[in-house]
Nanobody, 121 residues
Framework: QVQLVESGGGMVQAGGSLRLSCAAS????????MGWFRQAPGKEREFVAA????????YYADFVEGRFTISRDSAKNTVYLQMNSLKPEDTAVYYC??????????????WGQGTQVTVSS
């Protein structure tokens, strides 16, 4: 079972930026498809972005609208989510996950503990 640890969350004003990191244990990271999800209070967990194990393909939720970028550094066993032009509605706990190159949470089999992102207006 791979362990995932997110970091980089915090509080930022609307229009600001944050970069989330997700460090993975194990030596097979370079073969993992990875994704980011988020969950706001009272809402279901929703897909944000995914990256293919090769790094050659990425996939975003419609609400991202070009503001976020997912990337990976296999030498560091880390996946990133660069978030720009943040909006108050981006406030949520952000989770990274290992599994499918898709938007369905059930397709991912390992999850981190989450990192809080709060965007003030």
């Amino acid at each position: 079972q791979v362990q995932l640890v997110e970091s980089g969350g915090g509080m930022v004003q609307a229009g600001g930026s944050l970069r989330l990191s997700c460090a993975a244990s194990g030596r097979a990271f370079s073969r993992y498809n990875m994704g980011w999800f988020r969950q706001a209070p009272g809402k279901e967990r929703e897909f944000v972005a995914a990256i293919h194990w090769s790094g050659s393909s990425t996939y975003y939720a419609d609400f991202v609208e070009g503001r976020f970028t997912i990337s990976r550094d296999s030498a560091k066993n880390t996946v990133y989510l660069q978030m720009n032009s943040l909006k108050p509605e981006d406030t949520a706990v952000y989770y990274c996950a290992k599994g499918s190159f898709g938007r369905i949470a059930m397709q991912y089999d390992s999850w981190g503990q989450g990192t809080q992102v709060t965007v003030s207006s």
